[in-house]
């Protein structure tokens, strides 16, 4: 299935009178709307393979239908986002879940699409078939030196196959931990897995780079190796200048300040990039921007201040990337929900008024630094974002579109009504 050009057009026309009116409104008070319209044009958000399915929990799983049943089918869909959205043109594997069998076909497939491939994500958190030892007790961390070995050489094969994709990064992902006091000595465990972790680094190619990510809780409840951010900087800093420290917005604990942390790593220049979901109670891998987008306001906000301090670029600069699970939405339509709602927060980050801020902020003064931000989060850029998406080809409205288009329905024609994605 792919998306016509010329029907995303029609739809557009029809909605121009409309978009051309809400979007003079705001333009009138950007100063500098041409740079605002390049910069959130030119941002692109990652799609994870594992997300085009829909996921479940431990208590059921209730499929959409017309699920993508293979990578090919995949990369297909995350063409019909980036066709609508023109912002999600690269897709992030999460290996063994999807394993790139035939790179070069995959590979002729994602360009016919304008695709490219993100990040590849290792997987020693859970046990495949045919596997001679078990990860129950965790994998790079592990006690027994067999375990670290078979883990190890599972990343080094995932690099192989990011290779063959033209991936430049491995994103890692440890479960390991503990579930009761006693269970385990922390120091050697962070010790085990900074060694595993040094062999993995070895194997990195010149232009790679390897991503940390941590995690609080679950699926272990006493401790997790890479617990918190500060563990994986430790881990980061021992490796060396390719390792920094990846932040899912769902691995913390409420009310943690994930954007001083965001503020501190890019400072360190030790901030990997993210999986962007959002959450209420913990690892919820919900849509981004449905329970607290003034968080991911202000974490953009430091992302842009932060990065124009140290002259990066803002779309290829950082690692972005979607991590989001869908139980009881269309899996396409929440993705596009999740780009739209990270592109609005970049685009109000972009409107802060830096100088007023700044001079507040030395100045002391309170309210007006929080009156300063909250201008620029209360400002309702959707028509800026629109634009940004219309110059470049792209829908006003991209799930209004994929509606109207009726892209399920045609998939599930195309596929069937009972399919499985693989994947959590
Ligand atoms: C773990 O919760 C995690 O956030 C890691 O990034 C995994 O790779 C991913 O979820 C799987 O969905
Ligand atoms: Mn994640
Ligand atoms: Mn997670």
Known sequence: MQIEKHKVDELNHQQSNTH??????????????DEVLAKVGAF??????????????????????????????????????QALNKSSNSISLHIPWDIPENAASMNALAAQLGLHFDAVNSNTFQDQKDQKLSYKFGSLHHTDKAVRQQSVEHNIQVIKY????????????????????????????????LESLEEIYAALPDDWKVWVEYKPYEPNFYSTTIGDWGQSYLLASKLGPKASTLVDLGHHLQGTNIEQIVSLLLMEDKLAGFHFNDSKYGDDDLTVGSINPYQLFLIFNELVEGMDAKGINHATGLGWMIDASHNVKDPIEDLLQSVQAIKIAYTQALLVDKAALVAAQQNNDVVLAQEILQQAYRTDVRALVAEASLRNGGAINPVDAYRKLKVRENLINERGLNTVATGL
Do not use: M
Request: aromatic content about 10%.
């Open 44 to 81: 692109n958000v990652a799609i994870p393979s594992w997300a085009l399915g829909t996921g479940g929990t431990r208590f059921g799983r209730f499929s959409g239908g017309g699920e993508p049943r293979s990578l090919e089918e995949k990369i297909e869909d995350v063409g019909v986002i």
């Open 162 to 193: 990011g290779q063959e994709l033209n991936s430049k990064a491995l994103s890692v992902w440890l479960s390991d931990g503990s579930n009761f006091p006693g269970q385990l000595n922390f120091r050697k465990a962070f010790q085990n897995t």
């Open 20 to 33: 051309k009116r809400n979007f003079e409104y705001v333009a009138a008070d950007v100063a500098n709307l």
